[in-house]
């Protein structure tokens, strides 16, 4: 594979990454300011509905995110079964050790990344 094609596909999956976080903003504009301007007050003064409804809202927009980002990706279970990991594996260091500003998802993904591809 030349380096240009190399450079291009590398791109294309930084650009997939960009758009997948952009994906994650959209809370934001939804929380700070779409529904206080809706609800009138501020997201701490939300009552239980108008949370509930928040991320509803916020999840079904990142269900559509994450299907159109995929759409064109055959690997979506195994993004999301690497994803598991990351999730699960740092709630379980999270608590046996009791601290949570390592990334212990991602020392376990990586070790299990490399048994995969071994």
């Known amino acids: 594979m030349s380096e240009q094609n190399v450079t291009a596909k590398g791109m294309d999956y930084l650009n997939l990454a960009l758009w997948a976080f952009a994906g994650l903003g959209v809370e934001v504009i939804y929380a700070f300011l779409l529904e206080p ?7 701490a003064d939300w009552n239980s509905g108008q949370n509930i409804a928040h991320w509803i809202i916020t999840c079904i927009t990142w269900g559509i995110i994450t299907y159109v980002l995929l759409r064109d990706i055959y690997y979506a279970f195994e993004t999301a079964l690497f994803t598991l990991i990351l999730v699960f594996g ?3 260091f999270e608590l046996w050790l009791g601290k949570t500003n390592f990334p212990y998802g991602g020392v376990v993904l990586a070790l299990t990344r490399d048994l995969y591809t071994f």
Request: no cysteine; net charge positive; hydrophobic share 40%.
């Open 37 to 43: 301007f809706l609800y009138g007050k501020q997201m």
């Open 90 to 92: 740092h709630k379980a």
